[in-house]
T-cell receptor, first 115, second 111 residues
């Protein structure tokens, strides 16, 4: 595997379900991100992790719970979601933080549908 | 607050018909401006990073330029395989590498 991978690629869940999205990066990067992409809207940053420590939480509802067990893996745990949470969830990684123009590389995304 | 505006929202070109996409931005302390290409149902694919006004980068039929207020993505003699949504994003100074994205330009190239 190369780059950034995400599983599953598609997910349908009911509002009472609990599911998890997985992201793995094979680039040796130290920072990882979760984004949400809804139709007709710009990508929205949800969470930022650097060396397994959460450094940013962009006012995301508590029904989304991130986990970063090591610098290569990132999870997004989902529970009691709403239909408006249906979107493409994208994971990205970059060599490091520091706001110094670091390029972020994206995975293919998980298309989530909440019924 | 950082802002990115892309225009046009959609663009239809014939094969070989060159054009430009615009990305206007307002940011405090630009650290980088990024262009990505996104195909339907896929994640954004990195194209270019520009760091300072006057900088230009090229890749095949694409050329990105940067001024203090906007960036252009020039597409020369496009082919149908260039059809995609092109996203622009900016990064300001700070401790987290937050990208602020525009809504993209959806490009369709026809034969």
């Amino acid at each position: 595997e190369t780059g950034v991978t995400q599983t599953p690629r598609h997910l349908v869940m009911g509002m009472t379900n609990k599911k998890s999205l997985k992201c793995e990066q094979h680039l040796g990067h130290n920072a990882m991100y979760w984004y949400k992409q809804s139709a007709k809207k710009p990508l929205e940053l949800m969470f930022v992790y650097s060396l397994e420590e959460r450094v940013e939480n962009n006012s995301v509802p508590s029904r989304f719970s991130p986990e970063c067990p090591n610098s290569s893996h990132l999870f997004l745990h989902l529970h009691t979601l709403q239909p408006e949470d249906s979107a493409l969830y994208l994971c990205a990684s970059s060599p490091r933080l520091a706001g110094g123009g670091e390029t972020q590389y994206f995975g293919p995304g998980t298309r989530l549908l909440v019924l | 607050e950082d802002q990115v505006t892309q225009s046009p929202e959609a663009l239809r070109l014939q094969e070989g018909e060159s054009s430009s996409l615009n990305c206007s931005y307002t940011v405090s302390g630009l650290r980088g401006l990024f262009w990505y290409r996104q195909d339907p149902g896929k994640g954004p694919e990195f194209l270019f990073t520009l760091y300072s006004a006057g900088e230009e980068k090229e890749k095949e039929r694409l050329k990105a330029t940067l001024t203090k207020k906007e960036s252009f993505l020039h597409i020369t003699a496009p082919k149908p395989e260039d059809s995609a949504t092109y996203l622009c994003a900016v990064q300001a100074g700070g401790t987290a590498s937050k990208l602020t994205f525009g809504t993209g330009t959806r490009l369709q190239v026809t034969l």
